[in-house]
């Protein structure tokens, strides 16, 4: 009895000091989750706590539910804007890029670290996969956002590149234990069976939790546990299936995510904490996992491929995958750096010790020294890196506060909502006759000051004012942005939109002959914003530049793939000359691979 108490008291606190001590060094520009792996680490048998912990088997299982409880919340917050600007290069990186990556760093293992075939191609399998999502809860903790286009590919990666991952380490673990492992016909349609069946259960799945919160009645705190307990049935019903059980509740919360229905706000606030709770545990319990002591040995070579993973097989695995998509050398760059490590690896190299591998935990130690060197290296530079490469964007002004009210009888069609009127929104200071409300949407009434203003009384909307909105829960997007803080003040945004903004409708040409700029015949006649698109050659996103004589035209403002503003700015050589110069990252890299590759080869001749 007493030892259970004990161990409440020490997972409770090692929680709530996590969060704190996250919090602290999240000032620091320190990766949170290196924050919570570091803990675990101290907690655990090398350090002072001496919490002694090896059941790899509990550690899976863990794992397991960790994993598909975060990416059942990334599955939420990823809207259609996401899907359609990086549904095809995402899905690239997630199948071509990851296979790639594991075959570059297998190489490299087998051939400068002896290592026979399928353990080194086991090791490149453990490691392929990133965690972009650590990576973009560091952006927003420091106040940035970047450009939508990468934004978008690094989170539907994310999401998409584990179930890859785990099929690869599962392929190459039966090569270690049965010598004649699965041919190649089995392995294609082995994977068909889990990205396919995967897919389609989790769509599936989504589907009819979505109709169940919608047609239950259900007191409203049990909404979001519905959710939950559903979306860990399509995990672990795929997985008895022989499906992804990873990419099946990913796809289930994509489909719940971008569905109306009832309590949604509650079930996103909910399992945004039941996220970060996993997180948290999932770290901990793997910084237990590890004893420091057993990474002295073969450091070196973890070391070496954490290298060759970071600096060659991400970086020309990504522009293998994303130069097709026409994506700039900037952005090629950046997603290629911000390869993130995280928990999966780990998770992963588990598996070769539960089966019974022999030297297993060779797996673990050089995944652990991998998830080590990308959160330090990789995840304190990437808000540098952004600025560096000109994909920083002013930071969004956060969700406006909104509580939604379901109305009896009327299921997921009309929704009550309350928003407090924020001092920069549209609505602030306007009377309701100018209000830009969707056709459907009604104000009831306004709360100032304790009493309770109802048209035609309410006259207009002042800032601090709780207003109380009618309607269908597809409007609700558009009055986020009239009740919300505006987006980009001129302030923050001029450095990165330009210093004047046009309508995207005005003519290039008038333009041009305001500014002495010289225009192109086929384009004497268009608008700025056809400009725009037509020189980008694909889908444009806030941000994108192209040149017209000695100025640059940025689409600044872009609404499902229509350019509504542009930016001009004057003076780019200024901006650019604080920006990356792409020859200094051609030199850096080259003395990097220069100076690692004679170690790693002279090593192997050595033994």
Request: negative net charge.
């Amino acid at each position: 009895m007493e030892a259970s108490h004990q161990l409440i008291l020490a997972g409770a606190a090692l929680v709530a000091f996590s969060i704190l001590l996250g919090q602290l060094s999240s000032r620091l520009g320190a990766p949170l989750l290196l924050v919570f792996l570091a803990i675990g680490m101290l907690a655990g048998e090398d350090g002072p706590g001496g919490i002694q912990f090896s059941d790899y088997n509990s550690a899976f299982i863990i794992g397991s539910l960790a994993l598909a409880v975060i990416l059942f919340d990334g599955g939420l917050r990823t809207s259609r804007e996401t899907l359609r600007l990086a549904l095809g290069p995402a899905t690239t990186l997630a199948s071509v890029g990851v296979a790639i990556t594991a075959f570059i760093v297998g190489a490299v293992a087998a051939l400068a670290f002896d290592f026979s075939w399928p353990a080194a191609l086991l090791i490149g399998s453990v490691v392929a996969s990133t965690d972009a999502a650590a990576v973009f809860a560091l952006l927003r903790l420091k106040g940035m956002d970047v450009q939508r286009r990468t934004a978008a590919t690094l989170e539907a990666e994310s999401g998409l590149n584990d179930p890859v991952a785990v099929f690869l380490t599962l392929i190459f673990t039966e090569y270690l234990i049965v010598p004649v492992g699965p041919g190649v016909g089995e392995i294609v349609l082995r994977l068909a069976l889990q990205m396919g069946g995967g897919a389609i259960i989790g769509i599936a799945g989504g589907i009819l939790l979505t109709r169940l919160i919608n047609r239950l009645t259900l007191a409203a705190g049990l909404y979001p546990i519905l959710a939950l307990s559903l979306a860990l049935v399509v995990f672990a019903g795929a997985l008895a299936l022989g499906a992804s059980g990873f990419l099946a509740v990913y796809a289930a919360g994509v489909v719940l995510g971008n569905s109306h229905h009832r309590e949604a706000v509650s079930i996103d606030r909910f399992h945004d904490g039941m996220a970060w709770l996993a997180q948290i545990a999932l770290f901990l319990m793997l910084g237990l996992l590890i004893a420091p002591h057993a990474l002295l040995d073969g450091w070196d070579v973890a070391l070496a491929l954490s290298l060759v993973l970071m600096l060659v097989a991400r970086p020309l695995a990504v522009a293998i995958c994303l130069v097709p998509f026409r994506f700039t050398w900037q952005e090629i760059v950046f997603v290629g750096w911000v390869g993130l490590r995280g928990a999966v690896p780990i998770y992963l190299a588990t598996i070769p010790i539960l089966v019974g591998v022999p030297n297993a935990t060779t797996y673990l130690n050089l995944a652990f020294v991998a998830v080590l060197t990308s959160l330090t290296l990789q995840g304190w530079s990437v808000a540098w890196l952004a600025r560096a490469l000109g994909l920083e964007l002013p930071p969004k002004p956060e969700r406006p506060l909104r509580q939604e009210l379901s109305l009896p009888g009327a299921g997921a069609e009309l929704v009550l909502a309350a928003y407090q009127v924020e001092p920069e929104a549209l609505a602030a200071r306007r009377s309701l006759a100018r209000l830009p409300l969707p056709a459907d949407m009604r104000v009831l009434m306004a709360i100032r000051d304790g009493r309770a203003l109802h048209p035609p009384e309410l006259e207009g909307l002042e800032p601090g004012d709780t207003v109380l909105v009618f309607g269908p829960p597809a409007s609700q997007e558009s009055l986020d942005r009239v009740f919300g803080a505006r987006e980009r003040p001129a302030a923050e945004a001029g450095e990165v939109f330009g210093e004047f903004t046009l309508e995207g409708s005005a003519p290039l040409q008038a333009l041009a002959s305001l500014y002495g700029l010289p225009v192109p015949e086929d384009a004497a006649d268009i608008s700025l914003a056809d400009f725009l698109g037509e020189r980008l050659g694909k889908q444009p996103v806030a941000g994108d530049r192209v040149p017209l004589g000695e100025v640059e035209l940025v689409a600044q403002d872009v609404e499902h793939g229509q350019i509504r503003t542009v930016g001009i700015e004057l003076e780019p050589e200024q901006r650019r000359s604080h920006q990356i110069d792409p020859r200094r990252i051609r030199d850096w890299f080259g003395g990097i691979v220069g100076w690692v590759r004679p170690r790693i080869f002279s090593e192997r001749g050595q033994d």
